[in-house]
């Protein structure tokens, strides 16, 4: 079995990043990555999605809301743009275009709107006619995980296939789970990396663990039903949550991998984590940089 399909939400509001948010969706704020050999600057949902073509995945469907218009266009290939830069001699960034453009030429693409925020499991919910029969890759489009060849994606569809999985989230251990989706679960394998499911809960007061979500799964498309299963919150919201928690009470096989040291997850949804997710890509690509200087 293998993964072709993907999808990804970039459809809140990013309320707590607000003026800044007004007309800029936070899946595009920067962050520091590798292109070309030196350290540049990406939107976040372009690294997104550059982890999820690294896997071999090829059909790719946003998610996306009211006023991002610019997640299109960012997606779509614009020649002239790149006759531009090299009619002003910047043949190095029309090169770093149209290495991007042939990637999306490459695949498919489409965008389908969610018409008002009605929360993570509505988002999703709305791609079910891309997904049709066949498992997908479910990518928040503001989570950056950083990791070497994304391991942490091709660990968490390696699970999936190798325990014929419903589900499979990846799951980190945090100070403060108390903001995230947090699980309980029995370890699976000697080293306590693959857990399976046995309960989760959304945003607890009391967490029951500290093993915290993050918002990249993989599904098989039975999690459409359970998510029509789930009522609206007191936010008026579908929670993704609540549907996974359905399909671990109704037995279904649902497991979390943990990310391994030195992988690191991004937060950029308040100012101040949005601050340390620019200093640690730095570092990360630093890293990487020299590295490979080294060899």
């Known amino acids: 079995m293998t993964i072709s399909k993907a999808v990804i939400t970039a459809a809140g509001l990013g309320t707590r990043l607000l003026p800044m948010t007004k007309e800029v969706p936070k899946e595009m704020l920067p962050l520091f990555s590798i292109s070309n050999g030196s350290i540049s600057l990406k939107p976040v949902i372009h690294m997104v999605f550059e982890s999820l073509v690294d896997t071999g995945i090829g059909q790719f469907c946003f998610i996306v809301g009211r006023g991002k218009r610019v997640l299109e266009d960012y997606f779509t290939p614009d020649s002239n743009f790149v006759q531009l830069f090299e009619s002003r001699g910047l043949t ?32 999703v919910l709305r791609a079910e006619s891309f997904v ?11 989570d950056v995980v950083l ?12 699970v999936f296939v190798e325990y014929d999985a419903d589900g499979v989230v990846l799951v980190e251990e945090v100070e403060d789970p108390r903001p995230y989706g947090v699980i309980v679960g029995k370890a699976i394998d000697s080293y306590g990396n693959v857990l399976r499911i046995l309960d989760i809960v959304e945003k607890p007061k009391e967490p ?50 943990k990310l391994k040291p ?3 997850r991004l937060d950029v949804g308040t100012p101040q984590s949005y601050w340390k997710a620019l200093f640690e890509s730095y570092q990360w690509s630093l890293k990487r940089l020299l590295d490979h200087d080294r060899r």
């Open 147 to 158: 990791s070497s060849n994304s391991n942490h994606l091709r660990k968490l569809i390696r």
């Open 208 to 257: 029951p663990t500290n093993i915290a979500t993050i918002a990249i799964y993989v599904f098989k498309p039975k999690i459409f039903s359970h998510i029509r299963e789930v009522k609206l919150d007191e936010h008026g919201e579908i929670q993704l949550t609540a549907a996974i928690k359905i399909m671990v009470d109704d037995g279904c096989d649902v497991y979390a991998v």
């Open 132 to 142: 049709g029969s066949e498992p997908f890759l479910l990518h928040a489009g503001d």
């Open 92 to 123: 190095y960034r029309a090169r770093e275009l149209l290495k991007f453009y042939s990637i999306l030429n490459n695949v498919k693409i489409s965008f389908i709107n969610q018409p008002e925020p009605k929360g993570f499991g509505d988002a």
């Open 262 to 264: 030195g992988e690191k």
